[in-house]
């Protein structure tokens, strides 16, 4: 586990130091264009940066080992620290819906040149690259933080890739083109945080990430098990922990009661791969 989390923080650095190649050129040269869609793709790429940054003082944390105040681990750190990430992304949203009604108010003509271009088109170039790597470094390493972070990156392609079209709209004459992009730069910021929020959510509410039914059933398959009731199930997504009630004959032998028990906590391991703990509650038949 130490050394997964190693991982993630390397990767999470890694991440970090382009993110912020690209935010830096995106917001120089959007200041420099005068472009509105251009700064608020480089403020979004900015909350990439702060969001990598708030990753890696939560992995930090999550990386502890289970203690007696935590008996389940640190873990729920990183979800909890996606969770504040999609609150920053609301705010940037926020923040980009500003910016656009100052505009309005005080209208000023983009300056799109080669040079603004061709750094957007690298910047472009560089998310997707990115985007792809800390996504499957996610998967491997079943980070959600990574995996989080992979799609704010992913997104920021489509949004730079928004502002080369709004690009080509300004050099033909459509300057309104500009503030609305941002406009809808700014919608799927709002949309990705959404969706951030209710993924983690489910982890920190605890909803249950196993289906009892299955899990009853391949417990009614293990010799010596009568019935299976109370099933609960809690944890992240490579790491779940479940807790049940089986009932077995009332003269089983406490010795053989605790073998069924070993074989119910083996069997359910097996069958779903992700389940750390078992806990078995044993009750009487009758």
Same mark, same amino acid.
């Given at each position: 586990?130490?050394?997964?989390?190693?991982?993630?923080?390397?990767?999470?650095?890694?991440?970090?130091?382009?993110?912020?190649? &690209?935010?830096?050129?995106?917001?120089?040269?959007?200041?420099?264009?005068?472009?509105?869609?251009?700064?608020?793709?480089?403020?979004?790429?900015?909350?990439?940066?702060?969001?990598? #940054?708030?990753?890696?003082?939560?992995?930090?944390?999550?990386?502890?080992?289970?203690?007696?105040?935590?008996?389940?681990?640190?873990?729920?750190?990183?979800?909890?620290? $996606? $969770?504040?990430?999609?609150?920053?992304?609301?705010?940037?949203?926020?923040?980009?819906?500003?910016?656009?009604?100052?505009?309005?108010?005080?209208?000023?003509?983009?300056?799109?040149?080669?040079?603004?271009?061709?750094?957007?088109?690298? $910047? &472009?170039?560089?998310?997707?690259?990115?985007?792809?790597?800390?996504?499957?470094?996610?998967?491997?390493?079943?980070?959600?933080?990574?995996?989080?972070?992979?799609?704010?990156?992913?997104?920021?392609?489509?949004?730079?890739?928004?502002?080369?079209?709004?690009?080509?709209?300004?050099?033909?004459?459509?300057?309104?083109?500009?503030?609305?992009?941002?406009?809808?730069?700014?919608?799927?910021?709002?949309?990705?945080?959404?969706?951030?929020?209710?993924?983690?959510?489910?982890?920190?509410?605890?909803?249950?990430?196993?289906?009892?039914?299955?899990?009853?059933?391949?417990?009614?398959?293990?010799?010596?098990?009568?019935?299976?009731?109370?099933?609960?199930?809690?944890?992240?997504?490579?790491?779940?922990? &479940?807790?049940?009630?089986?009932?077995?004959?009332?003269?089983?032998?406490?010795?053989?009661?605790?073998?069924?028990?070993?074989?119910?906590?083996?069997?359910?391991?097996?069958?779903?791969?992700? &389940?750390?703990?078992?806990?078995?509650? #044993?009750?009487?038949?009758?």
């Amino acid at each position: 586990m130490k050394e997964q989390y190693s991982k993630v923080k390397a990767t999470l650095i890694l991440v970090l130091v382009l993110n912020l190649i &690209v935010t830096i050129a995106k917001l120089i040269f959007g200041i420099l264009a005068n472009s509105l869609a251009m700064i608020a793709d480089g403020i979004h790429s900015l909350f990439d940066s702060t969001s990598n #940054l708030i990753g890696l003082v939560a992995i930090s944390h999550a990386s502890k080992p289970a203690d007696i105040d935590h008996p389940y681990g640190h873990r729920k750190y990183e979800v909890f620290a $996606t $969770t504040l990430i999609a609150l920053l992304l609301l705010v940037t949203g926020f923040e980009i819906l500003e910016g656009v009604y100052d505009r309005v108010k005080n209208p000023k003509i983009p300056d799109i040149t080669t040079i603004t271009i061709l750094v957007m088109v690298g $910047t &472009v170039i560089i998310n997707y690259f990115v985007s792809r790597f800390e996504h499957r470094k996610g998967i491997h390493l079943h980070s959600p933080i990574l995996i989080a972070d992979s799609k704010h990156t992913k997104s920021d392609v489509y949004v730079s890739l928004s502002v080369l079209a709004g690009f080509a709209a300004i050099k033909i004459g459509y300057f309104v083109v500009d503030p609305t992009i941002a406009i809808l730069i700014a919608f799927l910021i709002f949309k990705m945080g959404y969706e951030i929020i209710k993924s983690s959510s489910k982890i920190l509410c605890d909803t249950s990430p196993l289906d009892p039914l299955k899990i009853r059933k391949i417990t009614l398959n293990v010799k010596g098990v009568k019935g299976s009731h109370k099933i609960r199930s809690h944890g992240l997504e490579d790491e779940v922990f &479940v807790d049940l009630h089986i009932t077995l004959n009332s003269k089983t032998p406490l010795g053989e009661a605790h073998e069924i028990s070993n074989q119910v906590e083996e069997a359910i391991k097996e069958e779903f791969g992700n &389940v750390r703990d078992v806990l078995v509650h #044993l009750e009487p038949e009758d």
